[in-house]
């Protein structure tokens, strides 16, 4: 969704408030692509401060499909992005990519949601998701999800360094 920004721009101090669609159904990134699978509208607040700068503030709430990073079940993750930015709309379009290092969000007079929230979501990305913290993941022998099902695997509970070492005390006895 885009939003016009020209009428906020006419006075300094003038303030637009607004509910915001995200149109993006899937989240691409360098990782894959994570379907969203639950989102809110975006509460923005725009606020010319004067001298030509906005001042976007605002909520979202969304829930993401992501892997498991142990058993790769999909986590429906939460995620609750706070926004605050600062735009001078005094620079052009090259300066502010320069200037802020992100995803140009600001196309002529028009704020674009979608990319806004884009690059709030890749900067909240999670490090690591698990299905529940003590997600016992993937048996190493058979591939099975060691929470849904139990297997005669030895080496499962085994620290796969320790793996390794009995790997070659097996090979030996081959020998
Ligand atoms: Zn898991
Ligand atoms: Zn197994």
Redesign the pocket.
């Known amino acids: 969704m885009l939003i016009n920004l020209t009428e906020v721009l006419t006075r300094d101090g003038k303030i637009m408030e607004m509910d915001a669609c995200l149109e993006m159904e899937v989240f691409q990134s360098k990782l894959g692509s994570f379907p969203i699978c639950r989102k809110e509208p975006v509460h923005l607040k725009i606020t010319n401060t004067g001298n030509r700068i906005l001042q976007v503030k605002g909520k979202a709430e969304l829930e993401i499909v992501v892997p498991?990073d142990?058993?790769l079940?999909d986590v429906h993750y939460k995620m609750a992005l706070e926004i605050e930015k600062e735009i001078d709309m005094k620079q052009s379009g090259e300066d502010r990519i320069k200037a802020l290092d992100e995803h140009c969000y600001i196309d002529g007079y028009n704020l674009d949601v979608d990319k806004l929230l884009y690059g709030e979501i890749l900067v909240n990305w999670p490090l690591r998701v698990?299905?529940?913290e003590d997600?016992k993941?993937i048996c190493n022998v058979c591939g099975i999800n060691l929470?849904h099902e139990t297997c005669e695997c030895e080496s499962t509970d085994l620290d796969p360094r320790m793996a390794k070492i009995r790997d070659i005390f097996s090979k030996f006895k081959e020998v």
């Open positions: 498991c142990r058993c079940d698990l299905c529940k997600c993941g929470n």
